[in-house]
Structures are given as C-alpha cells and as structure tokens.
C-alpha cells in the first residue's frame, strides 16, 4: 500500500504560478512511477503529467507542455508539479497517483490516489 498527500493548491490569478507536491508513505517510493492528474467540474479526470521511478523519463499532456514541470525526490518519498503561467482552464482538482514501474499516462493503469488539492485560477 502506498498513501498520497497532496498539498499547495489555492487560487492565483492567470499567469501566475503554484508548485503542488505530493508526500508518499509506504512501500519503497521508488518502485513506483508517480503521475498528476486533474478534473474540472463536469469533466473527465486527465492526464497532466508523469515521472518514472528514477526521474529519466518524463511524459506531459500537450495543453501543460512548457508551463508545468513534474519533479521527484526519493530521498524524500516526493514528487511536485511546479505550474506556471497558469491559465484559466488550469481550474481543477489535481490528484497525486502511483503506479508500478512502466510510466503511463492512462489514468486506469494506476493504483493509488491522494485525495486531490484545488487549484482555482482566475482570469
């Protein structure tokens, strides 16, 4: 079993920024590929972006490319997703997830989820 905190959301305004991280307790952090996902309301959740067990491969959702940047920390048993010039559509909860090794980026493929940190950004 692996236990996901999320934490950092709040309201910005658009262009701004917010970092999100997420705090695993568990089984060894670094078994595990981490994504960060979101849903706007009335919407599916979606993939945002993943990072596989060691940090080599990174995988982002077209609509984030150049604006957010997902980062782990073993050491820490932590992963973050650092967003910036954020937009309006950004709006959603953004939820921490863990996966055995591959990285994917289907939200089904993975096993654990925190339980989601608001981000509201207003334009």
């Known amino acids: 079993q692996v236990q996901l905190v999320e934490s950092g959301g709040g309201l910005v305004q658009a262009g701004g920024s917010l970092r999100l991280s997420c705090a695993a307790s568990?089984?060894?952090?670094?078994?595990?590929?981490m994504g960060w996902f979101r849903q706007a309301p009335g919407k599916e959740r979606e993939f945002v972006a993943a990072i596989s067990r060691y940090g080599r491969t990174l995988s982002y959702a077209d609509s984030v490319k150049g604006r957010f940047t997902i980062s782990r920390n073993n050491a820490n048993n932590t992963v973050a997703l650092q967003m910036n010039s954020l937009k309006p559509e950004d709006t959603a909860v953004y939820y921490c997830?863990?996966?055995?090794?591959?990285?994917?980026?289907?939200?089904?493929?993975?096993?654990?989820w925190g339980q989601g940190t608001q981000v509201t950004v207003s334009s």
């Open positions: 997830a863990a996966k055995e090794a591959p990285i994917k980026t289907a939200s089904r493929t993975y096993d654990y």
């Open positions: 568990g089984r060894t952090f670094s078994r595990y590929a």
